[in-house]
């Protein structure tokens, strides 16, 4: 089966880090962009950081610069999301998405894979 699985969310004190997964099931994850998405209570889903396949172009919420890390091992066929500095505001589900174009993945528009989506909870 065709799918993305996340683990590594949960709950975490302000100042504290987490590290989100992404293991690719059913196809090759080097030949995709790939970034993590999330969503708030009553908010509209938004783009946190993606990255291209070959050349590394990455892209970070300006909110999470220098606090967030995307990266992927194309070996364990998995990215990944190091969150860092963690606010209450970075509460959310979050989610990873994979597509062959890193400007569907930009835009967060018909992209071919997501995950089922992971809480992380930010409070003291």
């Known amino acids: 089966q065709l799918q993305l699985v996340e683990s590594g969310g949960g709950l975490v004190q302000p100042g504290g880090s987490l590290r989100l997964s992404c293991v690719a099931h059913g196809f090759t994850l080097d030949y995709y962009a790939i970034g993590w998405f999330r969503q708030a209570p009553g908010k509209e889903r938004e783009g946190v950081s993606c990255?291209?396949?070959?050349?590394?172009?990455?892209y970070y919420k300006d909110s999470v610069k220098g606090r967030f890390t995307i990266s992927r091992d194309n070996a364990k066929n998995t990215m990944y999301l190091q969150m860092n500095s963690l606010k209450p505001e970075d509460t959310a589900v979050y989610s990873c998405?994979?597509?062959?174009?890193?400007?569907?993945?930009?835009?967060?528009?018909?992209?071919?894979?997501w995950g089922q989506g992971t809480q992380v909870t930010v409070s003291s």
């Open positions: 998405a994979a597509d062959p174009s890193y400007w569907r993945v930009l835009g967060g528009n018909n992209i071919e894979f």
């Open positions: 990255i291209s396949t070959s050349d590394g172009i990455t």
